[in-house]
């Protein structure tokens, strides 16, 4: 019953911005995208979520259509250090029974 | 600010014996999560607490597995007796409050049952 749809795997070229798209067409009014990633043997580390807005902070951009059914996630200048598994989740925040479903998100690999 | 602590990093232990798993929230954290991953499922959450209490403990496998939270920033995983089919990573995370989903992994403990 995943929420969300993400290509299995991307590549990236070193310095260049890469481009994360995610899938969420189920997604309802009071649902919020996350962004986070886990780099390899580590735990996973968040970066960045969004209601309907465009969002930036010093790790991301993530881009919301206008309809909420599609995010995409930029890193705007990839470093090797990016090479992670992303993960895309909707979630209901505030809700009395959240909770964090992760599926198999998106390996991107930065090739120097 | 030193994270979310889990300790033993490593356990290697062999079929039959209690292994217990430790995790220190953040400070100021009030949520607590307990996930395992592994190849074949991925990242999945077995339990979570909320001011010390179990909110969900829906993926909590079976009877063998136990949370507790002793203190509000304190928490174990207990399995008991554990299988080798329990070889996975677990991992603690903490947020600062029930129904904020900005959860501050810790590093894991790696997990061998022989």
């Known amino acids: 019953d995943a929420k969300t749809t993400q290509p299995p795997s991307m590549d990236c070229a070193e310095g260049r911005a890469a481009n994360l798209p995610c899938n969420h067409s189920?997604?309802?009014?009071?649902?919020?995208v996350y962004w986070y990633r886990q780099i390899h043997s580590q735990g996973p580390q968040y970066i960045i979520h969004?209601?309907?807005n465009n969002e930036t902070n010093e790790m991301a951009s993530l881009i919301i259509t206008e309809d909420r059914k599609s995010s995409t996630l930029i890193l705007p200048h990839a470093t090797l250090r990016d090479t992670a598994v992303y993960y895309c989740?909707?979630?209901?925040?505030?809700?009395?029974?959240?909770?964090?479903?992760f599926g198999k998100g998106t390996l991107l690999t930065v090739n120097p | 600010d030193a994270g979310v602590i889990q300790s033993p990093r490593h356990e290697v232990t062999e079929m039959g014996q209690e292994v217990t798993l430790r995790c220190k929230l953040i400070?100021?954290?009030?949520?607590l999560f307990w996930y395992r991953q592994t190849m074949m499922r991925g990242l999945e959450l077995l339990i979570y607490?909320?001011?010390?209490?179990?909110?969900?403990d829906s993926g909590m496998p079976e009877d063998r597995f136990s949370a507790k939270m002793p203190n509000a920033s304190f928490s174990t995983l207990k399995i008991q007796p554990s299988e080798p089919r329990d070889s996975a990573v677990y991992f603690c995370?903490?947020?600062?409050?029930?129904?904020?989903?900005?959860?501050?992994f810790g590093p894991g403990t790696r997990l061998l049952v022989l």
């Open positions: 995370a903490s947020s600062l409050r029930q129904g904020q989903e900005t959860q501050y």
């Open positions: 189920t997604i309802s009014g009071n649902e919020y």
């Open positions: 969004g209601l309907k």
């Open positions: 989740i909707v979630t209901d925040s505030g809700g009395s029974n959240y909770k964090l479903t």
């Open positions: 400070s100021g954290h009030n949520s």
């Open positions: 607490f909320n001011n010390n209490v179990p909110i969900d």
